[in-house]
């Protein structure tokens, strides 16, 4: 545990370090998404590197750090790397479980229309660079959950006075069971479906609120804490950023949500008895 | 500082959302396996020695065993030896006429008997007596009308109790009445005994069958073999199977009997046939006239001519009215050295085939016990 969260604090300090380096540099860094659900508008403009850590009552972090690029016409690519390396404090039936897992999330959003209503398909990959595992800690058996999760949405937005509107139905398909260490066949999240709403709305200048809520209409998005059985939870998430400065305009937020991360996969997935993090993420331009 | 308010106020807002929401030390979880299955309960089985296996060692702790499933391991929660958990003591005793000496006998040694237990942490004695009625069958005629001229009695129980003095009380009250034919209803007691005894939190649950005959099963309805006293409403004595109450005590309760030597009545082929692979065993030693043998519940028959493994419990012989004396059973090192152990199964599994493994190292030297319980009813 003790080199867990050595590791963790190193992750800490290299996103902080790339984002101070980055501050100088910052344009008007845009925060267009909710927490959990991105923007139907492609990305325009210089590259913008993006970082995140979520905390978790649990004294876990999960961090998140990437780069968006306008790559085309209104066609936006993003890139991102996630590191999940907890142990939850609390036992899940009984065993506390260790989750691990790495992505590298490719993904692409191609703008197709605007007008009242702006919408985007957003087809993903990603990849896993360790196997996501899930482990009981107890017996110390584990279940791999795949090499690449591919992942689609489709995002609709529309702007109401100043507040924008997210629909943003999407999927991402994880394994539907593995075989643990054990052989014991261990059931999955299967192919998620859920469908996004989300509502941002400037409250000045600087500042604007944002939340989301999305149903999954489809698989299983989360671990019964009581049964470690895996089942459907809402995911939800509320955030609130600040243009933190007008010569450096890099926007500071801070959330609080149950997703696992940012990803269009771990978007989907909702942590165990609606536990959620403080996360706080910073966004700049190259 | 004004322009500065509603920054404040949403973090503010923020952070008392997240205090509330957090739910404890979760975090994002994958899923992972569990115990045999998805989600998990927890499942007890207590196991002594008489297969062969050394006693096992006192101190012995949940990373010494290993339990399977249906033969899928499971997560072992804990071990607790009988004299740190708690033990209790059940007598189930016939107390028919011909059993005086071994009510006798018991009297006389159980003061001696109960001293081997003033190490342990908790233990609680109870007992029922039994001859074809049990106490649910309240005050009766039927299972009192030998000797010829009683007209009415009532089998009794004693609920578990620390302390020594309720069970001597008990026991003193016991008198050798009725029977005059064969078999009697252990198998009913011990299922009553499970069912309305008020059982403690203790670990271990031992029981000391104490009959001078077989047991009436279910499937022999009255008139009883030598057609001497029915139950008046024809119904049978037993409404249970031999293989039913061991399959209701494995795991949670250990039984030793104290009874006669059937050994004849056993055969290795039957044995043989029993244990062949895929072979279904049904406890079915029934010495005619005189009922089913009820060792089967205790070390499951003699060792050549086994069809299954019993509760784990040790088989005393007992001889047509003799005396009984509790300290020369050798149960009482199995007793002091049984382990109730605690393990994950999953919430609808209602029963499987346990088996628990023990490793251990003692005076330098590696062991290992295994404790095949079988089918075990949760």
Redesign the interface.
């Known amino acids: 545990m003790q080199m867990l969260k050595q590791k963790s604090f190193l992750w800490l300090l290299a996103v902080s370090a790339v984002l101070v380096l980055l501050l100088p540099q910052a344009a008007t860094a845009q925060t267009d998404g909710t927490p959990n659900l991105k923007s139907a508008r492609a990305y325009e403009g210089s590259p913008l590197a993006w970082g995140e850590v979520r905390f978790w009552a649990s004294s876990n972090e999960t961090i998140a750090v990437g780069v968006t690029d306008d790559v085309g016409d209104r066609l936006e690519g993003s890139i991102g790397l996630l590191d999940i390396d907890v142990s939850g404090r609390d036992p899940v039936a009984n065993v506390v479980r260790a989750s691990k897992m790495r992505l590298l999330a490719v993904d692409l959003k191609q703008q197709v229309s605007e007008g009242d209503w702006t919408v985007a398909i957003n087809p993903g990959l990603e990849f896993a660079l360790s196997d996501p595992t899930g482990t009981n800690t107890a017996s110390g058996v584990s279940a791999y959950w795949g090499d690449v999760i591919p992942t689609l949405g489709i995002v609709m937005e529309r702007l109401y006075d100043d507040s924008t509107l997210i629909i943003n139905p999407k999927m991402a398909k994880w394994r539907s069971s593995s075989v643990a260490t054990n052989n014991q066949v261990v059931k999955g999240f299967g192919t998620v479906v859920g469908i996004g709403v989300g509502l941002r709305k400037p409250v000045n200048p600087r500042l604007q609120l944002s939340a989301d809520v999305t149903a999954i209409i489809c698989g299983r998005n989360t671990v019964n804490e009581n049964t470690n059985r895996v089942e459907k939870d809402l995911v939800w998430g509320i955030s609130a950023s600040y243009l933190v400065s007008d010569t450096r305009p890099t926007w500071l937020t801070v959330f609080t949500s149950n997703a696992f991360g940012p990803t269009g996969a771990t978007s989907l997935l909702a942590t165990p008895d609606n536990a959620a993090c403080f996360g706080v993420r910073l966004d700049s331009t190259f | 500082m004004r322009r500065q308010l509603?920054?404040l106020s949403?973090?503010l807002a923020?952070?008392i959302?997240?205090v509330c929401?957090?739910?404890?030390?979760?975090?994002?979880?994958?899923?992972?396996?569990?115990?045999?299955?998805?989600?998990?309960d927890?499942g007890s089985s207590t196991i002594s020695t008489t297969s062969g296996v050394d006693l096992l060692p006192y101190g012995l702790s949940a990373t010494n065993f290993e339990v399977t499933l249906n033969g899928?391991?499971?997560?072992v929660?804990d071990a607790i030896p009988a004299r740190d958990g708690g033990v209790s003591i059940c007598f189930i005793f016939d107390t028919t006429g011909s059993m005086g000496n071994a009510i006798d006998g018991v009297k006389e040694s159980i003061v001696e008997f109960a001293s081997e237990f003033t190490d342990f942490e908790k233990v609680y004695w109870s007992g029922m007596e039994f001859g074809d009625g049990t106490p649910s069958d309240g005050i009766n005629t039927w299972d009192f009308s030998f000797p010829p001229g009683l007209t009415e009695g009532e089998r009794t129980l004693v609920q578990p109790s620390q302390d020594l003095n309720d069970l001597n009380t008990w026991l003193d009250g016991l008198v050798a009445i009725g029977g005059g034919d064969w078999p009697e209803n252990p198998l009913k007691a011990l299922m009553e005994a499970k069912a309305t005894i008020n059982w403690p939190e203790v670990g271990a649950r031992h029981f000391i069958t104490i009959i001078d005959v077989g047991a009436h099963q279910r499937d022999v309805p009255p008139p009883d073999p030598d057609q001497n006293y029915p139950r008046p409403d024809g119904e049978p004595f037993c409404p249970w199977m031999g293989s039913e109450v061991l399959a209701a005590f494995r795991g949670w309760g250990i039984i030793h009997a104290v009874s006669p030597d059937y050994s004849a009545n056993w055969t290795e082929a039957e044995a043989d046939a029993a244990n062949a692979p895929g072979a279904e065993v049904t406890p079915s030693v029934v010495i005619p006239e005189q009922g089913w043998d009820i060792r089967e519940l205790a070390d499951g028959g003699p060792p050549e001519s086994r069809t299954h493994e019993g509760t784990g419990g040790k088989w005393t012989e007992l001889l047509f009215r003799e005396r009984v004396d509790l300290n020369e059973l050798g149960i009482l090192d199995l007793i002091r050295q049984s382990y109730t152990i605690v393990y994950?199964k999953p919430?609808d599994m209602t029963s499987a085939h346990v088996v628990i493994t023990a490793s251990y190292i003692e005076d330098g030297v590696s062991k290992t016990g295994t404790f095949d319980l079988g089918e075990v009813t949760f």
């Open positions: 509603p920054v949403v973090v923020m952070l959302i997240m929401g957090c739910s404890g030390g979760l975090s994002p979880t994958l899923p992972s396996p569990d115990g045999g299955g998805g989600g998990s927890t899928d391991k499971t997560v929660l994950r919430v």
